[in-house]
């Protein structure tokens, strides 16, 4: 008895470390499988900064950086497209300044025919409009006071003198008020805001104000002359 109890002690003793090699190789092969795709991972992992870069690379735009040539061709057609836009606006300005200056024709037909011959002139102006309406404010479109006596349209006075500047002819005096409207204490300023510092009334009761209609005068006239 002895010796069978011995016997199947034996067989479940051989049993039992057979079982545990079978599950410690299907550990081992569990373990192996594991960090095989572990390395896979890693192997196919990509850095995103490289990525990043890539994506870069295959763009056209960097591939136009990237080479001398292409950058040549990319910047000489975006010159081309500049001036034919350049020459697209001065053609637009070209016609403005031609409408413009049929406007100021009738204008100046009926107000004073002895500025149409400067129409084309004072339409090239870039502050046209206002230099026309400020001179019919101030002297008439150069027809009375210091317009009539001094071709001064503008009513101009010498910054040093005190005195009415005289001037060549009637275009001299226009162009002298759009130079005006470009002096650091003009530049920016509405007809409202004009209104005290282009035309003073000496008589107000602060000593120095606004003229009075002045602005209304000004802005009057412009819709004449964008009517003409």
Known sequence: MKKYLI???????TAALGYLA???????????EMEAEQLQAVATTTDP???ALKEIGEREDFKVWTNLEQRTIYWTEQKERADFELRQIEAEKLENQQARAEKLRNYFAERNPSLVPYADEVAGLD?????????YAETHLCTRGVGASRTNCGAIKNAK????????????????INY??????????TIEEMNGTYCV???SESGLGKCPGWTERIEAEKLVVLNS
Request: aromatic share 16%; no cysteine.
């Open 7 to 13: 016997y199947v002690y034996a067989v479940l003793v």
């Open 22 to 32: 079978y599950n410690a190789a299907n550990l081992v092969d569990i373990v192996n």
């Open 49 to 51: 900064y490289e990525e």
């Open 127 to 135: 502050r046209w409009l206002d230099v026309v309406a400020i001179a």
């Open 161 to 176: 003198t005190g005195e009415f500047k005289k001037y060549a002819n009637e275009y001299d005096a226009l162009w002298d």
């Open 180 to 189: 005006l409207l470009h002096e650091p204490h003009m530049l920016g300023k």
């Open 201 to 203: 009334h000496e008589e």
